[in-house]
């Protein structure tokens, strides 16, 4: 079969062909992949850089849509581990990691979706507490396709006010459901969050930005922070005088849940994505 392998973190990925993977055990299925998600995390990966990569040789890919070879039955898969990669024509895996899904869901779109979707959904159903009622979210990133789902994935979890910020204002101004949005400026020091007071902060950017949303939002409240993503490829070091001097709780999250974990959680209802089988606000590129 084929498969997209990296022998060489500097050469990237290649097509090229190795042999099938071995026949399910009891405890294992066996899927055709359909779609695999090309995410910002494959990509780190796939380059080296990402702290899960593993050594090489590497196949890319954390998760994936396809078809139980023995059954025909359509299946979503999530696995990070070692030596896994969902870039490949034929996977055999733990029956933990996979999730049955119905006839009908579009395999490209669900593929494309399901890990910058449970981006959000994870952070606030499993890193914040005690939210007021009808809460202010304010996304960082909020142009990129895991800020994006945010927005209904937030209004779904209870959320009154959703604010994004980004550095695109005619993306900003075309996403459903925004209640506000501030363009970020190039000098990202000269854009102005001193007006704003918000409960959780959703950030796919870190770096300068969030160094300067977390000194200069007028916080009045409890600030929740949830490092997400890391979009600006920068690191900050973050003064304890500023958090000495505001209620901030900062925590990180990430999607990769396995599917046996995340389907036992109760608040798995809320999750827009799961609640239809599909989700409708990227566009899938195949
Ligand atoms: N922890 C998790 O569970 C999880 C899950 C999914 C994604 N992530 C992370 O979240 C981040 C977003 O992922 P994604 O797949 O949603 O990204 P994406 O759709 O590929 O986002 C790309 C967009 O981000 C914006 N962007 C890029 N660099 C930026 C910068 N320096 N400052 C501000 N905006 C910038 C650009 O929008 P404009 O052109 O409009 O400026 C760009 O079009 C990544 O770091 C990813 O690794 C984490």
């Not at 890919?61 to 039955?73: L, W």
């Not at 200069?216 to 690191?235: D, F, H």
Request: hydrophobic share 40%.
């Amino acid at each position: 079969m084929h498969v997209a392998q990296v022998r060489d973190w500097s050469e990237g990925p290649r097509y090229v062909t190795v042999d099938d993977p071995p026949a399910p055990s009891e405890d294992q299925i066996q899927l055709r992949v359909l779609a695999a998600g090309l995410h910002q995390i494959v990509r780190s990966r796939a380059s080296g850089q990402h702290y899960s990569a593993g050594s090489l040789p590497h196949i890319v890919g954390i998760d994936c849509v396809g078809r139980d070879v023995a059954t025909g039955k359509l299946y979503y898969c999530v696995n990070m581990q070692p030596g896994f990669g969902s870039f490949a024509e034929l996977i055999t895996v733990p029956k933990r990691v996979v999730h049955p899904l119905p006839e009908g869901v579009d395999p490209l779109s669900f593929a494309a979706s399901v890990n910058p979707a449970m981006s959000s959904w994870l952070a606030l159903t499993q890193r914040t507490s005690d939210l007021p009622k009808n809460y202010t979210v304010l996304i960082l990133g909020a142009t990129s396709a895991s800020g994006r789902l945010a927005v209904p994935a937030a209004k779904a979890l209870g959320a009154g006010k959703v604010i994004g910020v980004a550095r695109n204002e005619a993306s900003l101004a075309k996403i459903d459901g925004l209640d506000e949005f501030i363009v970020q400026k190039d000098a990202i020091t000269d854009t102005d969050f001193s007006q704003l007071d918000c409960d959780v902060v959703l950030d796919y950017v870190y770096g300068d930005l969030a160094l300067h949303v977390l000194s200069t939002l007028n916080v009045r409240r409890p600030l929740q922070y949830i490092a997400i993503g890391g979009l600006s490829r920068k690191e900050v070091a973050i003064p304890p005088a500023l958090l000495r001097s505001r209620d901030i709780t900062i925590r990180g999250c990430r999607a990769a849940l396995s599917p046996g974990r995340l389907y036992k959680r109760k608040s798995r209802a809320s999750c827009p994505l799961w609640r239809d089988g599909t989700c409708r606000a990227l566009t899938v590129c195949p």
